[in-house]
């Protein structure tokens, strides 16, 4: 126990003041209130990220790059505090945006899209990437763009799976490729962790792929209408309460509501009973997941368990501010888009 204090004292004061500085119930409230991009840049200068509002705001895509300044901001800052294993750890949850950005480029040059339309969509990294941006983009094709990866993880799935785009035409399988891959071998860097935070970080990071498995097994089965063999392999094999049995029952099931009630023996089933739509249903898990971060963080606070905590606390921030922008673009009534926010019911 005195160990776990030395070893994480400094993060842990990091952290706290991090997360002193996120959103509070009245500042949602107040940006619900409010309209248009002016309105929403005009109340956030009273919180954290007045720092970054400066100047001017010319547009709801402004704002939104703003807010993911913010996030990777303090992804470095949480990096650049730690060491070993763990900034291992942290450094491989912020490459899932560089993921991100990948996915994006691949769009790109597989369907012969102008980089100039293209570039304003990705993500605003600043550091610790692995591969250049605009060398990608000037790849001439998909080959090209894959023997450019050479040396990173991305080039291994992408190789492996390329038969599968000649044959189809489509980047779903390269896609789906990387995305395994990226949970696959995050949860490998958990369990180099040493013996207590390996224990910590899974129980957090399960509940994470559990979340992960359903929503894809949802959109699968009701978007694309996978055959329940196409599921499972397009689905996580670890995580927290779904186990292979389960899984097997959730890519066989008939539709939504039988979905549900095979996450019987689960957490979920509760969780996402009486939902009637994909995004009430990614609302309601967000929620639960948030929740026990809520509950961790006011346990012991020299764990690793915090830094996670804080990560999910910030991602989700970020996931509401866009929504609340995305509200005002749309012309959401403030009632509407309470519903679809996160963080709303658990400050």
Request: charged share 30%.
């Amino acid at each position: 126990m005195l160990t776990d204090t030395i070893r994480f004292s400094y993060i842990n004061a990091k952290i706290r003041s991090l997360k002193g500085r996120l959103l509070t119930q009245h500042d949602y409230e107040s940006l619900l209130k409010i309209s248009g991009h002016k309105g929403l840049a005009d109340q956030l200068r009273f919180t954290a990220y007045s720092k970054y509002l400066e100047k001017d705001v010319d547009s709801y895509d402004e704002l939104i790059g703003i807010y993911y300044i913010s996030l990777f901001k303090d992804y470095i800052k949480l990096i650049d505090s730690l060491s070993g294993k763990i900034k291992d750890l942290v450094y491989y949850f912020y490459r899932r945006y560089e993921l991100e950005n990948l996915k994006i480029i691949i769009r790109m040059v597989c369907y012969n899209r102008q980089s100039e339309k293209i570039k304003p969509l990705l993500f605003p990294l600043m550091k610790y990437q692995s591969f250049l941006i605009d060398e990608l983009i000037d790849s001439k094709d998909l080959t090209d763009l894959i023997q450019r990866l050479k040396g990173t993880w991305y080039f291994e799935p992408l190789e492996n799976a390329f038969y599968r785009f000649e044959k189809e035409g489509d980047i779903f399988p390269l896609e789906m490729a990387l995305d395994l891959t990226y949970y696959k071998r995050l949860w490998e860097i958990v369990s180099l962790l040493a013996r207590k935070d390996k224990k910590i970080t899974m129980s957090l990071l399960g509940i994470w792929l559990d979340i992960v498995n359903i929503l894809w097994i949802m959109r699968f089965k009701e978007n694309y209408h996978f055959s329940p063999e196409e599921i499972l392999n397009y689905s996580l094999g670890d995580g927290r309460f779904i186990s292979k049995k389960i899984r097997n029952k959730l890519a066989y099931s008939i539709d939504r509501s039988d979905i549900i009630a095979n996450l019987e023996g689960t957490p979920y089933k509760a969780v996402l009973d009486g939902t009637d739509d994909f995004e009430k249903g990614r609302v309601r898990l967000l929620q639960y997941a948030l929740s026990l971060a809520k509950k961790n963080w006011h346990g012991f606070p020299f764990q690793i368990g915090i830094i996670f905590d804080y990560i999910l606390f910030k991602d989700m921030e970020v996931k509401d501010l866009i929504t609340l922008t995305e509200a005002k673009r749309t012309g959401f009534s403030p009632e509407k888009a309470k519903k679809y926010l996160v963080n709303y019911r658990y400050i």
